[in-house]
T-cell receptor
Framework: GQNIDQPTEMTATEGAIVQINCTYQ??????LFWYQQHAGEAPTFLSY??LDGLEEKGRFSSFLSRSKGYSYLLLKELQMKDSASYLC??????????WGAGTKLIIKP | IAGITQAPTSQILAAGRRMTLRCTQD?????MYWYRQDLGLGLRLIHY???????GKGEVPDGYSVSRANTDDFPLTLASAVPSQTSVYFC?????????????FGPGTRLTVL
């Protein structure tokens, strides 16, 4: 079966750095996406990785290792507005997104 | 209209009733999707459409039907609602269905079936 695993909840301090991990087992791989979802709102796109390595976009970076079936999202200089759920999703061999359950990130002052 | 709109925002429905959730996008995206989101579970794909006139089944299609008569609209119908269909429903669209095509999401419909 297809499976995306990520921690259920993480807590971090304002101004700090946090790394959210995602491991996956899917039938085929056509890219990995990270989305942010604030409570009661729709998911919004953060990043896309299809090749191994690090993609940096402002305070957010995403890393991919295809051989290990592993990705992480790195958030720097945390702000209170970063409190949200972070969803990892993999596009499988049918080009459909398989989603993890999401990691709820709590930022404390 | 800007992006994707969904209607209604929320609905309480008696079991056995028929219900259509509406979704409209103005980005001229070819692909559209319906997901349900339940607590503790990832988004699960119900149905999708890669282009107007075609539809496909996702992971959890039973009890749901869709149509794609034109590019902009992608309604989701529950023929006879059951309590297990209580969920938040998101419609999404993307320019295409290939590898790199980020999906844009509507605001969601919160459905409660009693």
């Amino acid at each position: 079966g297809q499976n995306i695993d990520q921690p259920t909840e993480m807590t971090a301090t304002e101004g700090a750095i946090v790394q959210i991990n995602c491991t996956y087992q899917t039938s085929g791989f056509n890219g990995l996406f990270w989305y942010q979802q604030h409570a009661g709102e729709a998911p919004t796109f953060l990043s896309y990785n299809v090749l191994d390595g690090l993609e940096e976009k402002g305070r957010f970076s995403s890393f991919l290792s295809r051989s290990k079936g592993y990705s992480y999202l790195l958030l720097k200089e945390l702000q209170m507005k970063d409190s949200a759920s972070y969803l990892c999703a993999v596009k499988d061999s049918n080009y459909q997104l398989i989603w993890g359950a999401g990691t709820k990130l709590i930022i404390k002052p | 209209i800007a992006g994707i709109t969904q209607a209604p925002t929320s609905q309480i429905l008696a079991a056995g009733r028929r219900m259509t959730l509406r979704c409209t996008q103005d980005m001229r995206h070819n692909a559209m999707y319906w997901y349900r989101q339940d607590l503790g579970l990832g988004l699960r794909l119900i149905h999708y459409s890669n282009t107007a006139g075609t539809t496909g089944k996702g992971e959890v299609p039973d009890g749901y039907s869709v149509s794609r008569a034109n590019t902009d609209d992608f309604p989701l119908t529950l023929a006879s609602a059951v309590p297990s269909q209580t969920s938040v429903y998101f419609c999404a669209s993307s320019e295409g269905s290939g590898s790199y095509n980020e999906q844009f999401f509507g605001p969601g419909t919160r459905l409660t079936v009693l």
